[in-house]
Nanobody
Framework: QVQLVESGGGLVQPGGSLRLSCAAS????????MGWFRQAPGKEREFAAA????????SNADSVKGRFTISRDNAKNKVLLQMNSLKPEDTAVYYC????????????WGQGTQVTVSS
């Protein structure tokens, strides 16, 4: 069992930055590839970024490449998402998830954190 709790969302102007944090509990966390997914109003949940269990490999959706960076600290049981150059279309609820396999979500979800990009 893994419990996930996201934090760090909020309101930011276009071009701004936010850093999301996912705190995980459960022994299996450090052996899981983890990811961030997002769901905008009226749209399906979509993949944003993922990171291998070692942190040595990452992947990003085309829509966030060059702007979002995923990282993890297994000693602190955390997964981070640094979001730069934010756009209004990044507005969504962001969810931490694992284990992620080939970009597909796993069984464990956090409650989500709202990110709103607006002037």
């Amino acid at each position: 069992q893994v419990q996930l709790v996201e934090s760090g969302g909020g309101l930011v102007q276009p071009g701004g930055s936010l850093r999301l944090s996912c705190a995980a509990s459960g022994r299996a966390f450090s052996s899981y590839a983890m990811g961030w997914f997002r769901q905008a109003p009226g749209k399906e949940r979509e993949f944003a970024a993922a990171i291998s269990w070692t942190g040595g490999s990452t992947s990003n959706a085309d829509s966030v490449k060059g702007r979002f960076t995923i990282s993890r600290d297994n000693a602190k049981n955390k997964v981070l998402l640094q979001m730069n150059s934010l756009k209004p279309e990044d507005t969504a609820v962001y969810y931490c998830n694992g284990p992620v396999v080939a970009g597909r979500s796993g069984d464990y979800w956090g409650q989500g954190t709202q990110v709103t990009v607006s002037s």
